[in-house]
Every structure is written in structure tokens, then in C-alpha cells.
């Protein structure tokens, strides 16, 4: 038996070395949130980093999806895909808005912008699409319907930090972009996340909902939330900030090392990099057909822990198999097969900086010979 379990994921740790100093200058500033010292500073190397011009600092991933809402006024109905965390679908419904399900593509898991047409109606403002494990959307066929039909975009892109099509963030894409610095992904705030916009009006506007709605000491502009991230979450950000490209690239090895390995293993599918894109390899999905490989997603899943190995069926079930969701017409699963497909066959194998080549190697055996 191994003398240590593998997570799905592992956080990025700053070295505490170097953590403390900053700990002791907080402390010595006795500034522990709003808009702080380190809060300035992490927006200013994350808009830097990400190459992007205007972006906010929230608390949590989830809170920005529920204030870009706010912010572009949306209201009636909005597009957007079963095949994601709940946060997505969570944020339309605390809008007093109504999610409309489309089906997904199933060569990535994004969205299939040939369905989103045919759900589009005169309540319809908004799409929400989900940059899936990272991967891009056809974020051009959806920005070319939502001007067709005067809506707004808003990406989650929880998953895609850091992700470039042909040079340029993904996060330039449509409206509003809105990302999660949850432990678990590439780069962590511990809990974290933010929004990016286009201009500094809007900018400003966002800051404003995500500090009660304050404009001055005495004027309330909006009903807003307290989302504001604080200084200590924001100093370990950019100390985590200077260790992120390397982390990718521990990571794309390990894909890598995945991929060589499971290529001809029968029943066992895994995504693509896409040409000009910079991936981030947040995640490393594998579909499983079971009637090729032999054995259901569940049964490996299983056997995976035996071995003290944690997977993760991401994402299943679906957002609109959910007791909130299903009773909606576009919840179906007659509407959303592709969709039903890939949470039946799914499985993400552990992804993590500091995964090592003996463990991934471990992972790849039990994978390949099914015990």
C-alpha cells in the first residue's frame, strides 16, 4: 500500500519565509481591507499579468458572477450551460433572473454556440458561457450572435487564468470576464477571485457594488454587497503570482506525461490543446466509454481510491439535474444530451504543480490496467 493518498488537486503554497515579512507590514499598517495597500498592488500585477486593463479583486469566485449581473443591469432570461460548477448557474438564480440551458459541444465542454439561437427569446439579455477545464469558447460565434441579437456576454472564466488565444487574454472576451482564486485552482488567493471589464466607468461601478454601493462616506449609490477582498489574502496572491508560470509548466508536463501514456488506451478520451492557444491545464478530464474500456467511470473512480487515489467526476451531475433546476423546460435531458453524455463519462485525474512523475505514473498504471 502507498504511504501517501493523491488529491485531485493540491494548492500553490507561497513560502512562508517570505509571507511573514508581509504579514508583519500589515499588521504594522493596521489597513486589513478596503482597497488597501496589497489590494492596490495585486490589481495592478494581476492587470499586468493577465494583459488586461481593468479588473476588481472579490472574496470569493462566486461574487463576481452575482455582480457582473448587477453591473450590466441584465434582467428576464439568461443563456448558459448545465456542464459547470453550480456558482454559474447559482449567480443567475440570486439575480431573481432565470437560466435557460443549452447544450455543450463535446469535443471541449463549452457551450455549443449552434444551440444558442434556438433558445434565444424576447426575455433573453444575456449568455453566460463556461471556458470549460480552461479551454477556450468560439467566443467570435458567440460574440457574433449576441450582437445579432443585441445581448450581452459575461464569461466564467473560473478556469482560465491566465489562458491566451494567439497572444491575447481570453479574458478580453465579451462584456465582462469574472474569475475564482479558489484554492484549488491554478493560481489561489486561498479564496479569491475577480472581474474584469472594458472601461473605467464600469470599473468604477463594480467597485462601488462590491462595497455596500458606497460612493463617498455618506452616499450609497446602489444596493451593493460586501465583496471586498482583504490584505492578506492579497499579499499571499502576489506572492503566488510570481510562482504561477512555473507551476504551469509543472503542470502542462504532467498533461504531457498523461497524454503519451493514455493515447491508445481503448474507450479512454481526452481533450486536445488547441493550436495558438496557451493553455493553463487547470484540469485533465478523461471520458470513459465503458463499453470500449471495459469498465464504467464509476468502477475506475472506485478503484482509484482503493489505491488511495481521489479523482474527481467534474462535472456531475449536471447543474439541471439539481432540484432547483430541473423542473425547467430547457433542463430536459432530451435537451441536453451531449451534455448528460460527458457527466456520465467523466473523470479528472489528479492535476496539481507538485504532482510528482512516480505518482502520475501510479495513476496512469491503475488507469491502463484497471486495478
Not at 239 to 266: C, F, G, M, S
Not at 365 to 371: A, L, P, Q, S
Request: net charge negative.
Amino acid at each position: 500500500m502507498p504511504d501517501k493518498f493523491i488529491t485531485v488537486t493540491s494548492p500553490l503554497l507561497p513560502s512562508l519565509d517570505d509571507f511573514i515579512p508581509m504579514l508583519k507590514d500589515i499588521w504594522d499598517r493596521k489597513w486589513l481591507t478596503n482597497n488597501g495597500h496589497y489590494h492596490k498592488e495585486l490589481e495592478k500585477a494581476l492587470a499586468e499579468y493577465l494583459g488586461v486593463e481593468y479588473i476588481s479583486l472579490f472574496t470569493n469566485g462566486t461574487l463576481p458572477l452575482i455582480t457582473a449581473l448587477q453591473a450590466m443591469r441584465i434582467t428576464g432570461e439568461v443563456i448558459t450551460t448545465p456542464y459547470s460548477f453550480v456558482a454559474t448557474t447559482h449567480s443567475i438564480w440570486w439575480n431573481g433572473l432565470k437560466p435557460v440551458f443549452v447544450d455543450v459541444d463535446e469535443k471541449t465542454g463549452n457551450i455549443d454556440p449552434e444551440k444558442i439561437e434556438a433558445a434565444i427569446t424576447p426575455h433573453t439579455t444575456a449568455i453566460m458561457p463556461v471556458h470549460v477545464y480552461g479551454t477556450p469558447c468560439n467566443t467570435a460565434r458567440i460574440q457574433e450572435i449576441a450582437d445579432i441579437y443585441g445581448l450581452k456576454v459575461i464569461y466564467d472564466a473560473a478556469h482560465a487564468f491566465g489562458v491566451r488565444v494567439n497572444g491575447e487574454s481570453i479574458l478580453k472576451q465579451g462584456d465582462m470576464s469574472t474569475l475564482s482564486f479558489h484554492a484549488t485552482k491554478v493560481y489561489n488567493t486561498v479564496e479569491g477571485g475577480a472581474l474584469i471589464c472594458h472601461d473605467a466607468a464600469t470599473k468604477k461601478r463594480i467597485d462601488y457594488l462590491k462595497n455596500f454601493g458606497f460612493a463617498g462616506e455618506t452616499t450609497v449609490v446602489a444596493p451593493g454587497i460586501n465583496s471586498k477582498m482583504d490584505e492578506i489574502r492579497a499579499a499571499y496572491g502576489l506572492l503566488n503570482l510570481k510562482q504561477v508560470d512555473d507551476a504551469i509548466a509543472k503542470r502542462k508536463a504532467t498533461a504531457e506525461r498523461y497524454r503519451a501514456a493514455l493515447k491508445d488506451v481503448p474507450g479512454i478520451r481526452m481533450l486536445k490543446d488547441l493550436e495558438g492557444v496557451r493553455h493553463n491545464y487547470a484540469y485533465f478530464p478523461i471520458f470513459v466509454d465503458e463499453k470500449e474500456y471495459g469498465m464504467s467511470r464509476d468502477t475506475l473512480y472506485a478503484t482509484l481510491q482503493e489505491h488511495d487515489i481521489y479523482g474527481r467526476r467534474y462535472f456531475y451531475p449536471l447543474i439541471s439535474t439539481f432540484s432547483a433546476y430541473k423542473g425547467l423546460e430547457s433542463a430536459r435531458p432530451d435537451n441536453l444530451p451531449v451534455a448528460h453524455k460527458l457527466a456520465d463519462q467523466v473523470l479528472c485525474l489528479p492535476m496539481f504543480a507538485g504532482l510528482d512523475s512516480e505518482s502520475t505514473d501510479r495513476i496512469i498504471d491503475i488507469v491502463v490496467n484497471k486495478k
